[in-house]
Each structure stands twice: as C-alpha cells, then as structure tokens.
C-alpha cells in the first residue's frame, strides 16, 4: 500500500543549527509530496509541496526536493529558529486519489 | 488563516452520545475531506465529499457518517461514542484538480 515513513522523534536543536527531517515514501504511482506543519493548539499549515520527480519545494527557509531514486522528501532547513518549534508530518496524494497519506510526525523543538 | 472553518473548537460528552462537526470550505473549493488525529493512530483519512457526492472513502467507522450540502458545507456525524473516539478532527478542502488540501483549525472531542 501506500504509505510515509519519517524519523523518530523528538527532534531537540539550538536556534541557529540545521535541521534536517527524513521522510521516505512507498507509492504505486507517481506521488505529489508534502510538508505540514502544526504549531501547538493549531490546524495544519501546508509548508511545501513538489508534485514530480526532481522538483524542489521551499517556503520559509524550509526546503525538501522530490528524489524518485531514493523515494525520499527529506526536510531541510540551514539555520532554526525558536518560533520553528512545531511537528511536522510529511504527505504524500495520489493523482486521482487525492486523499493526503501522513507519515507519524516529528515534534521539534529548538531552544534558543 | 486557511479560509477552512470548523465548529464547535471543542466538545466534550458521553460515552454512547452522538455529535456533529461542522465545516465550512474556502470559497470555490468544491472538495472536503475529513481527517481523524489521534494519539495512537496518527493522522487518518476518514471521507471525502466532491460537490455534494462522496468520492472516497478510508478508515471510517460504521457509526460515523458524513455529509457535503448544496452549499458546500460539510457535518460529520459521530454516534454511540467510545472512549476511543476521543481525538481531533480536521476538515481540509481543494479545487477540483489540485493535490494540495487547506486544513481548518479541528474540532477536540473529548468523550467522557
């Protein structure tokens, strides 16, 4: 089935190192990708997107870029700050499906 | 702001009672989904809704139903409650043909 796979949390950095959070996909088909981030008491809020192979999402300093080979959509970021402290869920939709598949979410804090 | 309005923010009540949520869309969005979020499952796909038709179907229960009005709006019904339904409910919606859904901001069900 289809389904996303992203590291463990909790994820605890200092402001101004760099983030990296690994997401891996399994898909029939050809996946659009996505980042959500949740900050505490709210709803989702779509990071980034890349809807084919190769494409590159950023949004905020936040970047992830669609590899086919790996299938993976690992999110980076070159210098955190406080106000990123929040859990972030990698997505995946189907064309023709386009319900959203989460992976588990990675809680991260960053203390300053 | 998403443009996705849910009602009620929070809801507490008893184990065997039956509860509707409520979503409003963003405006021209003729697609609603409805997503559970729960401790132990993560977050769910429940149904989806397509200009008043249901499209799509995941792990919903029996004793929940759905609904997409001629307006738009969407209600999601919850009946005999179970301590398990305690969780988070989004509404999330899209035009027609694009993968990326806007989420509102949930409703917490506490059932007691």
């Known amino acids: 089935g289809n389904s996303v796979t992203q590291m463990e949390g909790p994820v605890t950095l200092s402001e101004e190192a760099f983030l990296t959070i690994n997401c891996t996909y399994t898909a029939t088909g050809y996946p659009s990708l996505f980042w959500y981030v949740q900050y505490p008491g709210e709803g989702l809020q779509l990071l980034l997107k890349?809807?084919?192979?190769?494409d590159k999402g950023s949004n905020k300093g936040f970047e992830a870029t669609y590899r086919k080979e790996t299938t993976s959509f690992h999110l980076e970021k070159g210098s955190v700050q406080v106000s990123d402290s929040a859990v972030y869920f990698c997505a995946l939709s189907l064309q023709g499906a386009q319900k959203l598949v989460f992976g588990q979410g990675t809680r991260l804090t960053i203390n300053p | 702001d998403s443009g996705v309005t849910q009602t009620p923010k929070h809801l507490i009540t008893a184990t065997g009672q039956r509860v509707t949520l409520r979503c409003s869309p963003r405006s021209g969005d003729l697609s609603v989904y409805w997503y559970q979020q729960s401790l132990d499952q993560g977050l769910q796909f429940l149904i989806q809704y397509y200009n008043g038709e249901e499209r799509a179907k995941g792990n919903i229960l029996e004793r929940f139903s759905a609904q997409q009005f001629p307006d738009l709006h969407s209600e999601l019904n919850l009946s005999s409650l179970e301590l398990g339904d305690s969780a988070l409910y989004f509404c999330?919606?899209?035009?027609?043909?694009?993968?990326?859904?806007?989420f509102g901001p949930g409703t917490r069900l506490t059932v007691l």
């Open positions: 999330a919606s899209s035009v027609s043909d694009s993968p990326e859904q806007f």
């Open positions: 890349a809807t084919k192979a190769d």
